[in-house]
């Protein structure tokens, strides 16, 4: 009975499968060959700029901005920080620079405080609203720690294992969802299956999504000073559902040092936040009027922009109490303090010692070159000599947990007896 259960259900997703297939399949050859049909929402016609004199009869209306992970799911951990309050502050900080600038358009938040949002919910939020434009921020992470730049994803069927590897960690967190199975119909993001899903379901705005994301990082590259890893197709979750152009954006690497310090900071914060309304702005223009030319000349016309600053918190001003001349001083039978003698000095605690965890990659009775093989995808293994043995250990982390999110990746590099182990 349980098997014929699985196979039922197998089956009814094969024919979801089958079906959105042929129809998406069928709405392309229709788009193609008849060169009709806007996408929902109110997305543009390719010629609907030239049909009112070269005055656009679409505006950008309202953006959804998804700081990615949040809650009981922190993301990436970094030494300085961690993804969850690198991209709410980020997000948070793009908000203030297109109200400031585009009074008109709404600027609506998949959160906008530390707590722990279903990826279709954020889809959803977009989709509600009937919005414009879904811009998702993270941060990446990868075992080497000298890997760095910002990329940027929209949907689609991935074109490399690299790509593949970091949608099935952003999509991880599915398996955080109470509920998940019937959230997403049985959707495994491991899947064959899901691999084809994925790469349907935007098909009518992919081009606007490339678009968006070909801004982003060209700013990310000339405002933030990041280096530029491209655009890159992928199939996550938080985009997959989503009814209008959608980009995710990896601002930077957390295992990277560097990196991890410029997110953590305000004015690494700042400069990615402009980056990506700059990018914005440009698309905005480009959408507006069809033009990329008049797009880089908005660019170029309009002045530095800086967000308004937060609201300052109120002043607390200390009110001395005054006494009255005619007033008596009351005298009181408090004993005067006691002086501490080296009798009645107690000594402090000793602090308490932090733990903190290393993964260790291998032990070998002789010593191994840490620049060749396996070992030199991996940056500033430690070496100990204990016991007649050269022990080999990862990174270091203040909770085993971070260590053993890590651990599999290690594991993946070719050090399949790599373990955690507490640091002396």
Known sequence: MFLGANHTILTLMRSKIALRTLTCGILWLFLHNFNVGAPL??????????????????????????????????GCIG?????KHNTLAIALRVGQYIKANFPE??????????EFIELNERAAIANRNKADLFISIHCNSIPSATVEGSETYVLGLHRAEDNLAVA?????SIYLEENYKQNYGGYDPASPEAHIMSAMW?????????????YIQQYAHATAARKDKGVRQA???VLRET?????????????NNKEDAFLASDEGRDLMA???????????????????????????????IVPPPPPAAPKVVAVKQQVPETQTPVKTNVAPPVKNTPESVKPAPPAPVKEHYKILLMSWASKVDRNTGKFALLDKVEEVFADGKYHYFYGDYAQRSEAEKILPEIQNLGFKGATVQKAK
């Open 41 to 74: 929402y109110g997305q543009p016609k390719p010629t609907e700029h030239a049909q009112s004199g070269g005055k656009s009869i679409y505006k950008i209306k309202k953006v959804v901005l998804d700081a990615g992970h949040g809650g009981k799911d922190p």
């Open 274 to 304: 402009r980056a990506i309304y700059e990018g914005f702005r440009d698309y905005k223009v480009h959408m507006e009027t069809g033009s990329e030319v008049l797009a880089k000349q908005e660019a170029r016309k309009r002045p530095t």
């Open 79 to 83: 030494g300085h920080s961690k993804e």
């Open 235 to 237: 199939g996550f979750l």
């Open 168 to 172: 099935k960690r952003e999509n991880a």
């Open 243 to 255: 009814a209008m152009p959608a980009a995710l954006f990896e601002t930077g690497y957390l295992t």
């Open 202 to 214: 935007q098909s009518a705005y992919l081009e606007q999504s490339i678009l968006f994301a070909s």
């Open 105 to 114: 358009i709404e600027v609506i938040y998949t959160r906008d405080k530390d």
